[in-house]
């Protein structure tokens, strides 16, 4: 009888290669084939056997490589050739990761699969620019949000509501979108004293922050040439950024 492949759609971590789990770790060493992702740290493949096969398969924004049917596709292929195969996705496959989509098509194919968590960009970006997303008398929510406008038929995040409902909103795919999302939140009543942070490249020695309000963010974004990967963060929490940085500024000071 032929041997049975097996599908892990794993979590590559936010972008330093030292956030990804034992498990996906693991799942990398193992591995007969890895189709990767844009956002994946490519030193991450550094563990894969010399003899696997590594496959890209990145959607930059405008320019796919595969499209999401060619890559459900190939991971069913592979996977009844008998292969081990990882599908390594940035952060968490399940945030915002399509993860989703290509378990269904496993599925619907009876393909054993397993989901391996990742630390999902958000969490890693927030750690290493020291800005807590839940903080005692600050937030007590979060949410994350696609900043990505409603094309066709994707839905478009519900503004009215996030603008009042949490109090720390991070935001996905958001720096292209930044005057239309200020705008919608603006719009709904949020105040353009709101403090904001744009994370770009977090957890990577490229890493910037950019933090200001919801009214002077986007100028600030825009002069700063801000671009993707970047997360927005917009809520109260921001400051307990500051107030941390304030402090370790002022310690320096005192010890140097
Ligand atoms: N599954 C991924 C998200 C994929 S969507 C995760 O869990 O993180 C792609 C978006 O993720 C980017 O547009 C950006 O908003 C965010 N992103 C991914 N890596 C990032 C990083 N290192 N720094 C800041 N944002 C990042």
């Not at 007969?32 to 030193?43: A, G, K, M, S, T």
């Not at 999401?68 to 009844?80: C, F, T, V, W």
């Not at 038929?153 to 935001?171: F, G, K, M, N, Y």
């Not at 795919?173 to 942070?197: C, Q, Y």
Request: charged share 25%.
């Amino acid at each position: 009888m032929r041997k049975e492949g097996e599908v892990a759609i794993v979590g590559a971590g936010p972008g330093d290669p030292d956030l990804i789990t034992l498990k996906a770790l693991k799942k990398i060493q193992a591995a007969d084939v890895i189709l990767y992702d844009r956002l994946v740290n490519v030193e991450l493949l550094e563990y894969a056997r010399s003899d696997a096969r590594r496959i890209y398969v990145g959607k930059a924004p405008g320019r796919h490589s595969m499209t999401q049917s060619q890559i459900n596709e190939k991971l069913i292929q592979l996977a009844r050739e008998g292969k081990r195969v990882v599908r390594l996705k940035g952060g968490d496959p399940f945030i915002f990761g399509r993860g989703g989509e290509e378990a269904i098509a496993l599925a619907e194919k009876g393909i054993p699969y397993e989901i391996v968590p990742g630390i999902t960009s958000s969490i890693g970006a927030a750690a290493s620019a020291r800005l807590p997303l839940t903080h005692r008398g600050m937030s007590v929510s979060v949410a994350f949000v696609t900043g990505r406008r409603c094309r066709g038929q994707e839905e478009s995040p519900r503004w009215d509501l996030l603008a009042h409902s949490v109090e720390t909103l991070v935001i996905y795919m958001g720096v292209g979108e930044m005057a239309f999302i200020r705008e919608e939140l603006l719009r709904n009543g949020k105040s353009p004293e709101t403090p904001v942070a744009v994370i770009e490249r977090g957890t990577t020695p490229g890493q910037r922050v950019v933090t200001g309000t919801l009214s002077n963010i986007g100028r600030l974004a825009e002069t700063m040439k801000l671009s993707n990967p970047a997360l927005i963060v917009i809520g109260e929490a921001v400051r307990a950024r500051e107030h941390l940085l304030r402090l370790e500024a002022e310690a320096m000071e005192r010890i140097g």
